[in-house]
């Protein structure tokens, strides 16, 4: 079994999802795991479930919670027993859960063992505490935050969280880290503007990066801070370290260099507040990398550039525009950008995470079918012709940019932005049709190696949207979806996706792409 909590509340068995039934069951489950091994009276349950609520029948409802919980989590049980996991102990029930079965004890059991390690092995530390914190998905108890139950579970797992972040960044200043620690400690700053601490690693930060002016104004801005809001001055060990920042103290130099490989960070360091976590792989002219945000608790991808590329002039001048561009598309089956900067020798795409892989891995297992090629396309050539409308083309639309989720809906990612490609509305199109006939085949290689594995009216459609037929080609994607379509034999199949321009913004901020719109 394993029990998760650093989130949404998940339980696997024999790592299926259990389905914990209705939201009251999973409150229930969730109590439990709160203080797991704990045994929790039937009157703090009842008290913590329905308050005032509830009437009389509320220790009946508790029975049928407990006993829907436990045929959840153990099917086979023998009827009229309680199992081996949800027990009856006087004076109410306990989940039995091992340490290793669940993510908060084994963040603290990590987070333990990084402290042990920081003043003597701060590169081991910094590697435990990192696995640490990649054990989080999102707030505690996520589903629950505003049970009042769930509240001292959350106030403490997050200082915990904060505690390893700090002791982490302690580990990564030991072993020479600095200036790649610049940008998150500043945002860590930010959203605890009174943590003497991160103010503290930011100043010395800075300092190792010979930007010592910046370390002292942040120094100066705490002290104002505190005082304005608290009437005290900072502590002995910050006034400490601005005098040896002042004077130039040795003892403040930096000590190893941290590891960083052609110019890209590795697993474990942040980004601009964003904790890098598993590398996932190469994505064009990038690595891509699973990540988690901590302000707003949720895990995200983030493709950063290679410096070849980052550094390029035209790169440079086309990036932030091209960005904003792509940022602005607003489609169910586009992955959202959510956030985007450069630096020398880096620029950052931060996107929606999926987690259920590329088109390109599932069709190294197996093939298409008609109707899930015809699904495909109607929902990708729908992202297309949305980013065509907005003046966006995609520039290089193949398997490894469409993303499938678990429900195998598929999402168009990885626009290439300022590449400097020569993209058309053409080549989307034809990049797709490229698609199409890999999913049908379950082949790679070039379209006329594998066209003769379509069926003739498939094969025309395709012909005409490679240019194979020249003068023949599609002039929209939206006439090239309704051809395929029919072609597949999709007759009764769902209508293509029509948008249009939206003029009421609601919260959204202007740019000068929304000049149209107004008078």
Same mark, same amino acid.
């Given at each position: ?219 100066? #801005? &705490?002290? /104002? $801070? !505190?005082?304005?809001?608290?009437? *005290? ?5 910050? @006034? ?83 960005? #904003? &561009?792509? /940022? $602005? !598309?607003?489609?169910?089956?586009? *992955? ?5 900067? @450069? ?86 199109? /034809?990049? !797709? ?87």
């Amino acid at each position: 079994m394993e029990y998760r909590v650093l989130g949404e509340l998940e339980v696997l068995r024999d790592g299926e999802p259990v389905d914990l039934g209705a939201y009251r069951q999973r409150a229930l489950m969730a109590l439990l795991l709160t203080e797991p091994n704990a045994v929790f009276s039937t009157d703090r349950i009842i008290d913590a479930l329905w308050g005032d609520d509830g009437g009389a029948d509320r220790h009946n409802a508790l029975w049928v919670y407990v006993s829907g919980l436990r045929k959840a989590l153990e099917p086979d049980r023998e009827k009229r027993t309680e199992g081996t996991i949800l027990l009856t102990r006087a004076p109410g029930y306990v989940v039995d859960v091992s340490a290793d079965e669940i993510d908060s004890l084994q963040f603290e059991r990590l987070l333990g063992e990084g402290r042990a390690l920081v003043d003597t092995d701060p590169a081991a530390a910094g590697l435990v505490l990192g696995e640490a914190l990649a054990l989080w998905r999102g707030r505690p108890f996520e589903e629950f935050v505003y049970e009042s139950w769930a509240q001292p579970a959350i106030g403490r797992l997050e200082g915990l969280r904060l505690e390893a972040v700090e002791t982490r960044i302690d580990a990564d200043l030991l072993r020479g880290v600095s200036r790649e620690l610049v940008s998150e400690l500043e945002s860590l700053v930010r959203e605890h503007p009174l943590q003497e601490r991160f103010t503290g690693q930011l100043m010395l930060a800075l300092y190792r990066s010979g930007r010592q002016a910046e370390s002292l104004r942040s120094y100066r #801005q &705490l002290r /104002a $801070r !505190l005082g304005e809001e608290l009437g *005290i001055e900072p502590s002995l060990r910050i @006034r400490q370290l601005e005098e040896q920042i002042v004077t130039g103290d040795e003892s403040l130099d930096a000590g190893p260099r941290a590891r960083i490989t052609g110019g890209r960070p590795e697993p474990g360091l942040s980004v601009r507040g964003y904790e890098l976590r598993d590398r996932l792989g190469e994505r064009g002219p990038g690595l891509l990398y699973r990540a988690f945000q901590p302000t707003v608790g949720r895990e995200v991808a983030i493709k950063v550039i290679s410096p070849e590329l980052a550094n390029d002039p035209s790169f440079i001048r086309r990036f932030e525009a091209e960005a #904003q &561009l792509v /940022a $602005r !598309l607003e489609h169910p089956h586009i *992955i959202p950008l959510y956030d985007y900067w @450069r630096e020398p020798d880096a620029a950052y795409l931060v996107m929606r995470l999926v987690k259920g892989g590329t088109l390109a891995d599932l069709l190294d297992d197996r093939a298409l079918t008609s109707e899930e090629t015809t699904r495909l396309v109607e929902q990708i050539g729908s992202a297309l012709s949305t980013a065509h409308r907005a003046g966006v083309v995609h520039g290089e639309v193949d398997a490894e940019n469409v993303l499938i989720d678990d429900d195998h809906n598929a999402y168009l990612s990885d626009f290439a932005i300022a590449a400097g490609g020569e993209g058309t509305t053409a080549a989307d199109i /034809a990049g !797709l049709a490229a698609v199409v006939t890999r999913a049908l085949t379950g082949l790679r290689g070039q379209i006329d190696q594998l066209r003769g594995g379509l069926s003739t009216p498939v094969r025309d459609v395709i012909d005409r949207a490679t240019g194979a037929e020249p003068g023949r080609g599609f002039d929209s994607m939206t006439a090239f979806v309704s051809e395929l379509r029919e072609a597949l034999g999709a007759v009764d199949g769902s209508p293509i996706s029509v948008d249009f321009d939206n003029p009421y913004k609601g919260l959204r901020s202007f740019a000068a792409a929304d000049a149209a719109d107004f008078f």
